[in-house]
């Protein structure tokens, strides 16, 4: 598997032909498959925003004070704001906001992003990102797209990439039932491939200033596995979930 980076985009305005963008500068082949980073798609899209946009109501006000008075910095009520109309759950209020998006991903602050947004305040998440994905893909001689962001992960240090939407192969692929190499069946593997591919894309993308937001993975094969597009828990099945749900932060 190779993976390289598209070469010379450019600052993506809104409205930009964003798959024209990608098929000017590489030549791509039928299986490849293009991961996208959600930054370029949202400025696409015209996701900037500033943050008069977002004038505070009284609970963005409270908590801002809240994430205030527990970090010893000054915080943004417009920003709260901001992240409470992006997000469709509050997991978290304080030392940070941890929410849920309108399409099931669960991160810091709605994955609202304040960097490299050179001529607004913000810079929101694509609304649906799986139909941006689809959309690249109808455009782009590949038939493999996947869209992605970098965010936290519980336990860890650091940021990886993840998928925040796909299309034209399967979010994970599914290896339960098969054998490992002793005979023992798998009964609980599942691989979140769009994930694997989203953080070995960022790795040749990189952060910051690098301006290589689409990344090529090349000869990536599927294998004889089945697959499926669960990707997001379910809050049912989330425990995690649901013990944050009777936490409060004690700092």
Known sequence: MELFAVPDVPEIRPGDDLAAIVRDRVDLREDDVVCVASTVVS???????????????????EIASTIGAATGEEKDP???????????????????????????HVGVNAGIDRSNVPDHDLLL????PAESAERL?????????VVTDTCGRPF???????????????????????????GRELGVT???????????ANLVAGEGAGGTPVVVVRDFEWGDHGGSDAHFRDVEGDFVRQALRGWEYDG
């Open 156 to 182: 860890r240090h650091g940021q990886r990439g993840v998928a925040l939407g796909w299309a034209g192969l399967q979010a994970s692929r599914d290896w339960r039932g098969e054998s490992d190499r002793d």
């Open 43 to 61: 400025k696409a899209e015209g996701r900037q925003a500033d943050l008069s946009e977002f004038p505070a109501g009284p609970r963005a006000t």
């Open 125 to 128: 998440l694509p609304e649906r």
């Open 137 to 145: 893909r109808r455009e782009l001689p590949a038939d493999r797209v």
């Open 78 to 104: 417009r920003f709260a704001q901001a992240v409470l109309e992006e997000s469709v759950d509050l997991l978290m209020e304080s030392p940070f906001l941890l929410t849920e998006t309108r399409f099931g």
């Open 190 to 200: 599942v691989e979140s491939v769009v994930d694997e591919l989203a953080a070995a």
